[in-house]
Structure formats: structure tokens, C-alpha cells
């Protein structure tokens, strides 16, 4: 069930079902670098603006799932309109700034985006646009990102698979919050 904050802006609602944070692991794999496996955490938050406050940080893993060294790491924001189509802006570590173009499918949670425009800073490693695919599947947040570079044609480059990560903090306030007679709440 995803839960919707009181304090959520109206527009976003369609969007309830990013809120969190999120971990897991994926495959990094594009010509050029070195295929990998990686961790990532990924948080969507609000403040009861019109949009989601979005950061990614994803980092090398070893065989034994230990963290090597970082590896990307991005932060936007995400906004919707009553159509259902998408507005990213989002800055990545390398020197990337990207406006993201897309819609939420209608009657799922699943959100396609493309590169609209792209800016690099003089050292950003060569990028010309991408797209994504996110999903809200049983659970977990999955997502598939293609890259495109001027010798590289659009391909698949990382996806990954992530769990919500609960928050004991808020699971305590919720057990608080029960009736004095919180023993009936359980029968």
C-alpha cells in the first residue's frame, strides 16, 4: 500500500509511490568503462512544493558486495502536470546538468523519461542524452537508464532493483499514536 502524506503537494500524488528512501544493487555496463556491479541509494522526498526532491548516489561494488569507491552521484527535481507528463531537472557529480522530458503510464506506477536538453561543464566525460525507465513493481522501485555519447549509439547502461528502506523512527511514532486501549487495535 503506498501511503500518502497529509503535507503532500496535490499535484504529486500521482508521484506517492517514489517518496522514500530507497537501496539496492544493480549492473553498470557501457563501452569505454569497466562493467560492474553497483549499490545505490535513492531518496525522493518533498516539502509540500509542487515537486520531488530527488538525489541518487550509487557506488562500485566488490565480489562480496563491499563498497569500493563512489561511482555517480545526482540530485533534481521532478514535477508533474495534470496531463501526467514529467518535468526532470537534474545536475550530475561529473559536470551534467539534464532537463528529462517523460509521462506516468496511465494506471500504473511507471514513468518514461528522455533527455530534452543536455548542458556539460568543459571536464564532463562525453554524454549527448539518455532515457529511463522506472517502475514501482511488487514493492520494489526498479529502473533502467540508456546512454548515448557522440561514438556511442543509445544503449542500455545501469539498472537496478531497490527496497524501501523503513524508517524504525516512524514506526515507533505510529505504534504511539495508538488508542489508550492500543491492545483492541491488535484483536
Known amino acids: ?15 506517492a509511490f517514489l517518496l522514500g528512501t530507497w537501496e539496492g544493487a ?5 563501452p569505454g ?12 522526498g518533498h516539502d509540500g512544493r509542487d515537486f520531488l526532491h530527488y538525489t541518487s548516489y550509487t557506488w562500485v561494488l566488490d565480489a562480496e558486495g563491499a563498497k569500493v569507491r563512489p561511482l555517480e552521484s545526482e540530485t533534481g527535481y521532478w514535477r ?19 532537463h528529462w522530458d517523460g509521462v506516468l503510464a496511465e494506471g500504473k506506477p511507471q514513468i518514461d523519461l528522455a533527455t530534452d536538453a543536455v548542458a556539460r561543464s568543459a571536464g564532463a566525460p562525453p554524454y549527448s542524452g539518455g532515457k529511463r525507465l522506472y517502475g514501482y513493481v511488487k514493492g520494489d522501485l526498479m529502473w533502467v537508464g540508456e546512454k548515448a555519447t557522440p561514438d556511442v549509439e543509445l544503449r542500455p547502461y545501469m ?3 531497490l527496497k524501501k528502506v523503513v524508517d524504525l523512527r516512524e514506526v515507533a511514532q505510529n505504534l ?8 483492541a487495535f491488535f484483536r
Open 1 to 15: 500500500m503506498i501511503e500518502i502524506p497529509s503535507d503532500l503537494h496535490p499535484d504529486l500524488v500521482p508521484l
Open 33 to 44: 568503462d569497466e562493467k560492474c556491479n553497483f549499490g545505490q541509494e535513492v531518496v525522493f
Open 80 to 98: 508533474i502536470a495534470k496531463d501526467r507528463t514529467i518535468d526532470v531537472v537534474m545536475v550530475r557529480d561529473g559536470g551534467v546538468a539534464e
Open 159 to 161: 539498472s537496478a532493483q
Open 26 to 30: 544493480g549492473v553498470f555496463d557501457f
Open 176 to 183: 504511539t499514536d495508538l488508542p489508550d486501549d492500543g491492545i
